[in-house]
DNA sequence: CTTCGTGCAAAGTGTTTGCAAGATT
DNA sequence: AATCTTGCAAACACTTTGCACGAAG
C-alpha cells in the first residue's frame, strides 16, 4: 500500500515472470500497480485506471492479467455483494472486509480479529478459513446512525 | 426445514401477498417450495427444480419471484464464491455458510458460533454483521486431510 | 372486469475464447 | 527467430426489460 511495498511486489512481478520463462509487459505492471493504487478494485475499475496511463489496453487483458497475477500468488479477490470480484494486494497486508449494504463502502478489519473464531471452526468442524478471502456484510456505523446518504 | 417450517412459510405466502394486493400463483408456490427443498440453490437449480412439476414455468419467471420473496422476507441470498447468488429460507433457520474452495460443498452453522466475533465488530466498529449473509472460504475438513477429489 | 403475473423475445452486463498481428526475450 | 501477449470480434453465461396474453381476485 506504501512506495515500499509497491516497489516490493513490481520487483516480485519480474522474477516470477522470469521464472517461468513468461514476460514482462507493460499491460502487467499497469495492472498490478492499479491493483496496488487502488486498493479493492473490479476488474472494470482497474481497466479505467490503466486506461489513464495507455488508452489502448483491451478489458480483455486486463481479466487474463488479474488471472494471471492471482495465480503468480500477487493479488487475490473476494466476492462482495453482487457482480463483479474485486481484487486487491495478496500477501502481507491480508485483511477482512466489511462491505456496507447500505452505502456500498468497504471497510478492511486485521484478521487477527478473526482468528480466534477461525480457530474455533477449525477445531469443531475442521473448516479452515481462508482469513484473506473473507467478506462480512452489514450496516457500518456511518448508515447505522441515520446518516443515511 | 421440516414439513412444519415450510407449511409456516407457505401459509405466510399467501397471507403478504394478500396484504399487499399481490395474487398467489401456482408459479410463487413452486419457487418458495423449490427454495425451502433444495436448502440452496442458485436461480437454475430453483427453475429446474420446479420444472419437475410445472414444465412450462420460464426462467424470468424464477428471477422475478426469487426477488419478490426476498423482498417479502422469506428468503435471502449469498453470494457464494463466483457465478450465481445462492438462495435459501430467511427467517428462523439462520446460518452461516463455509463453502469449501477445493470440492464446492456448502456446510452451515449455527450463527451463534460467530456473535461473539459480530458483537465486537459492533462495539469496536460499528459495524452490525448480518449474520444470515456470512459466507466463509476456505478448505472444508474432507479436503484438509488428503481425499482431495 | 380490473389489475397483476407470466411467457416470450430481445436487450443488457460481465466474462471468456479464437485467432492473427505485435511485442519480448 | 521463436514464442508469448495483446487487441479485436465473437461467443457465452447470467440477468433484466418490454409487451401482449392469460390468470387471480
Redesign the pocket.
Known amino acids: 500500500m506504501t512506495n515500499y511495498d509497491r516497489t516490493v511486489s513490481e520487483s516480485s512481478l519480474a522474477e516470477m515472470?522470469?521464472s517461468r520463462?513468461?514476460?514482462?509487459?507493460?499491460?502487467?505492471q499497469l495492472v498490478l500497480q492499479a491493483v496496488l493504487d487502488l486498493g479493492h478494485a473490479?476488474?472494470?475499475q482497474v481497466h479505467t485506471a490503466v486506461r489513464e496511463v495507455?488508452a489502448?489496453?483491451?478489458?480483455?487483458?486486463i481479466?487474463?492479467?488479474l488471472?494471471l497475477l492471482e495465480r503468480l500468488g500477487l493479488v487475490t479477490h473476494t466476492h462482495l455483494s453482487h457482480?463483479?470480484?474485486t481484487y486487491h494486494a495478496a500477501g502481507e497486508h491480508q485483511h477482512v472486509h466489511l462491505v456496507c449494504r447500505n452505502c456500498g463502502g468497504i471497510d478492511e478489519i486485521d484478521p487477527e480479529l478473526i482468528r480466534p473464531f477461525a480457530d474455533q471452526l477449525l477445531a469443531q468442524r475442521g473448516f479452515r478459513v481462508d482469513i484473506g478471502h473473507v467478506s462480512l456484510f452489514g450496516v457500518c456505523g456511518s448508515c447505522e446512525n441515520g446518516d443515511q446518504e
Do not use: C, D, F, H
Open positions: 515472470l522470469r520463462g513468461l514476460r514482462l509487459t507493460a499491460q502487467r473490479t476488474p472494470e495507455a489502448g489496453v483491451n478489458i480483455t487483458t481479466y487474463r492479467t488471472e457482480g463483479s470480484p
